[in-house]
C-alpha cells in the first residue's frame, strides 16, 4: 500500500503517538487525515479532519465510521493502561483496560472492514507492544489487554485476507509520551515509531519490531518459561539500574 494518496483515519490523534502519525502521514502525503480523539476540541494538528471518537464505545464507533466512508488506512493507536494488578487489583478497571485495548480496536477493525474492502483492501495498523509478550508487576492488566490485542490482529489477518486488506501489528517498548514520562530510560521519538510504522505497512509487513527492546523480547520467546521469566527480569533490572 502507498501512504501518498491514502485517506487515513487515527485514534487518538490528539497527542502522543496518534498526533505523530497523523503529522507524518500528512507529511507523507496522504490525501486525507482523520484525527480523532474523545475530546475533538484537543486536536491542534493543522490540515486534519478532527472527529470525536471513544473506541469503548460502540455508538462512537458506529458514528465515526459513517463519517469517514472513504477510509483506506485505519491506524488503532488509542489505549490506556490503569497501573492495575490481575489478582489484587480492581476487576472494574482490568475490563475497562480490556474493553478500550483490545475490544476497542476489534470494534474498529468491525466497522471499517467494508470501507476497507471498498478502498481496494487497504490496511489496517494495531499499535501493540513488547508487553504482548511479557507481564510486570503493576502492569498485569497492560500485559493481558495487550496480548489479547496481539492474538486478535493474529485472528483478523486471517480473516480479512481474502478482501485484500494488510493488518499490521506494530510492537515497541516504550515512546517519548507522557505514558512513559515516569521511566528513565531510553525511548523511540513518537515520529520515528510513526515512520516505522508506515514503512512496515508501504512494504505490506505483518510485524514490526519497532525498536530494539522489542526485538530483543520477542528473540527470547522460544525459552522455556522459566528461562524467560529470568531473561526478562535480568533485562527489566538492567534497565532500571542504567
Given at each position: 500500500m502507498d501512504i501518498n494518496d491514502s485517506v487515513a483515519l487515527v485514534t487518538g490523534a490528539n497527542r502522543g503517538l496518534g498526533r505523530?502519525?497523523?503529522?507524518?502521514?500528512?507529511?507523507?502525503?496522504?490525501?486525507k487525515v482523520y484525527a480523532t480523539a474523545r475530546r475533538p476540541e484537543s486536536v491542534d494538528l493543522p490540515g486534519v479532519e478532527v472527529l470525536p471518537l471513544d473506541i469503548a464505545d460502540?455508538?462512537?464507533?458506529?458514528?465515526?465510521?459513517?463519517?469517514?466512508?472513504?477510509?483506506?488506512?485505519?491506524?488503532?493507536?488509542a489505549g490506556i493502561q490503569t497501573g492495575t494488578d490481575l489478582v489484587t487489583g480492581s476487576l472494574d478497571a482490568?475490563?475497562?483496560?480490556?474493553?478500550?485495548?483490545?475490544?476497542?480496536?476489534?470494534?474498529?477493525?468491525?466497522a471499517f472492514a467494508p470501507a476497507l474492502a471498498g478502498s481496494g483492501g487497504g490496511a489496517i495498523v494495531n499499535v501493540l507492544s513488547a508487553m504482548s509478550?511479557?507481564?510486570?508487576?503493576?502492569?498485569?492488566?497492560?500485559?493481558?489487554?495487550?496480548?489479547?490485542?496481539?492474538?486478535?490482529?493474529?485472528?483478523?489477518?486471517?480473516?480479512?485476507?481474502?478482501?485484500?486488506t494488510l493488518v499490521t501489528a506494530v510492537?515497541?517498548?516504550?515512546?517519548?509520551?507522557?505514558?512513559?514520562?515516569?521511566?528513565?530510560?531510553?525511548?523511540?521519538?513518537?515520529?520515528?515509531?510513526a515512520d516505522a510504522a508506515l514503512d512496515g505497512v508501504e512494504a505490506a509487513a505483518a510485524e514490526v519490531l519497532a525498536d530494539q527492546w522489542s526485538r530483543d523480547v520477542k528473540s527470547r520467546l522460544p525459552l522455556a518459561p522459566e528461562e524467560f521469566t529470568a531473561a526478562m527480569n535480568r533485562a527489566l533490572t538492567s534497565l532500571t539500574t542504567a
Open positions: 505523530a502519525f497523523a503529522q507524518r502521514l500528512l507529511e507523507r502525503g496522504a490525501r460502540p455508538a462512537s464507533v458506529r458514528a465515526a465510521a459513517e463519517a469517514a466512508p472513504d477510509v483506506s488506512l485505519l491506524v488503532n493507536n482490568v475490563r475497562h483496560e480490556l474493553e478500550t485495548n483490545m475490544f476497542g480496536h476489534l470494534e474498529m477493525i468491525r509478550w511479557f507481564g510486570a508487576r503493576g502492569a498485569g492488566a497492560y500485559h493481558l489487554t495487550k496480548a489479547a490485542a496481539w492474538a486478535m490482529t493474529n485472528g483478523v489477518r486471517l480473516e480479512l485476507a481474502e478482501q485484500g510492537h515497541l517498548g516504550l515512546a517519548d509520551t507522557d505514558m512513559a514520562a515516569g521511566w528513565p530510560v531510553a525511548k523511540i521519538a513518537p515520529p520515528a515509531l
